[in-house]
């Protein structure tokens, strides 16, 4: 087989800044040991996120300056309203300046106190807004999804009698809405089989629960479902994506993922009197509809972008680069979450660095480490972002994984940038024996891993 190459060659690039070991430390001790408090210049490799880091194609560029920035009715608009209708099929297309803004539009009108809200797993943005509205967010995730080494191949399906058994628990009254997170972030950029998300609507819809995607990575998800599940391989990934979105009444998207820009995203939906509410919300909060939280510009990138995230040399190069970071972890023994996802590798912390209990925050070490000796910026997913407090006992409860993602971010960086990353991580398992763990010094009251302040242990 001949290598899979990037489908793309590269038209305009941006320098990157080295620095020392020395410098680093220093940077890092200034930023409180948090990666969210490092400036981006102080960055050799980062890959803190995917999240509006994608380089956009020349035909994006194109777009942002034909944008039309009318007030109302840009043409920009209309493209937008068509791109997004072309794939999700849904009538009602609400743009707004990211996915939050969708979810807290979206949890607004549907979450209050007493409400439950069941997805695969919510990511943390959801679970915030869902909470925010005084709501719960509930994870059902199949057991195999929280398995760092199982290699079931649709690892992000929901446990269907897990989904009944909630419904039947919570009442049907108290569920306004049942989501899916297509790929699953959360838990480690897994895809979910159409199967199973046939079956949540089935039962969703038995009850007459509306039933919306979270769809950031549905490309992505997309071409999994082309590999994996049977009955696919010989349909295009625009044909399975638009399966997808036909199972669901509605979905909230970030299209800083999988719309391949810097920043957008939108709430699309079939009922026509949710979508008057939001519209309402959208009003106040974002902007007039045909443009919510977006400059036309960035309609008009979102629209191409949307074009060329279903091509499918782009998805095979995509997965296979990830594919590809992962394997030569896994060939070094370094434990990563397997197989690995859509857009990042999760090194397993817990298995890392065994010496580090998870209240002193094992993934925080190893990204502290990654950045220190090899300038690389990655994010902890483990008990700095999901840890709690016991309401009572004030107990530490930690996350049920320690886990350090690489996301990977879409069209920026090379096989030779990825080699590096490779090697600094293989060189600091060589001496994993040698890192600490790390106590909190300042934590907000929500989402206080992106926050947070800590000083390094003995
Ligand atoms: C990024 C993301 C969000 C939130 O989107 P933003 O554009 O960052 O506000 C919601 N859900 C998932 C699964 C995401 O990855």
């Given at each position: ?34 990666p969210?408090?490092?400036?981006a ?51 009602f ?16 009108i ?27 967010a509930?994870?059902?995730?199949i057991?195999?999804g929280k ?18 058994k909630?419904?039947h628990e ?21 895809p ?91 009003i ?40 590809y ?31 580090i ?69 293989i ?32």
């Amino acid at each position: 087989m001949k290598t899979i190459i990037e489908p793309f060659r590269i038209k305009t690039v941006e320098p990157i800044r080295f620095t020392t070991e020395e410098e680093r430390e220093n940077i890092l001790k200034d930023a409180g040991y948090n990666p969210f408090f490092i400036h981006a210049d102080d960055v050799l490799i980062d890959l803190l996120t995917d999240s509006g880091t994608a380089a956009m194609s020349a035909k994006q560029w194109s777009g942002i300056v034909d944008g039309d920035e009318s007030y109302a009715g840009a043409r920009s608009f209309y493209r937008f309203e068509k791109a997004v209708k072309d794939i999700t099929g849904y009538h009602f297309i609400i743009p707004t300046h990211q996915g939050r803004a969708a979810e807290k539009i979206l949890f607004t009108i549907l979450g209050k106190e007493g409400k439950s809200i069941p997805n695969n797993t919510h990511f943390d943005t959801t679970r915030a807004n869902i909470e925010y509205s005084g709501a719960e967010a509930v994870d059902l995730v199949i057991e195999e999804g929280k398995d760092p080494n199982s290699l079931y191949p649709f690892k992000g399906n929901m446990d269907i009698d897990k989904l009944e058994k909630f419904i039947h628990e919570t009442g049907v009254e108290n569920i306004p809405i049942g989501m899916m997170t297509v790929t699953n972030n959360a838990g480690g950029g897994q895809p979910v089989s159409m199967e199973n998300l046939r079956a949540v609507r089935d039962v969703l819809h038995k009850y007459n629960i509306p039933f919306f995607l979270d769809a950031c990575r549905f490309a992505e998800n997309a071409y999994f479902i082309k590999l994996r599940e049977e009955g696919y391989g010989d349909k295009t990934v625009k044909e399975i994506a638009q399966e997808m979105f036909s199972l669901a009444d509605g979905c909230t998207m970030s299209a800083k993922k999988d719309a391949l820009v810097n920043m957008g995203g939108f709430l699309a939906l079939n009922d026509d009197k949710l979508a008057q509410l939001a519209r309402n919300i959208l009003i106040v909060t974002e902007g007039f509809p045909t443009y919510g939280g977006l400059a036309g510009r960035d309609l008009e990138a979102i629209s191409q972008g949307l074009d060329e995230v279903v091509d499918e040399h782009y998805l095979r190069y995509r997965l296979r680069s990830i594919e590809y970071l992962g394997e030569k972890l896994i060939d070094a023994g370094v434990p990563i979450l397997r197989p690995p996802g859509g857009h990042a590798i999760y090194i397993n912390a817990k298995e890392f660095t065994p010496q580090i209990p998870p209240e002193e925050f094992p993934g925080q070490a190893l990204v502290c480490e990654l950045y220190r000796f090899g300038g690389i910026r990655a994010v902890e997913i483990g008990s700095v972002m999901f840890g709690k407090k016991d309401k009572k006992t004030g107990a530490f409860i930690p996350a049920s994984m320690e886990l350090v993602r690489l996301a990977v971010p879409r069209r920026v960086y090379t096989q030779s940038h990825v080699d590096y990353v490779v090697e600094v991580i293989i060189e600091i398992f060589k001496k994993r024996d040698a890192l600490r763990g790390y106590k909190l010094t300042y934590e907000a009251p929500m989402l206080r891993h992106f926050t947070a302040l800590f000083e390094p242990i003995g």
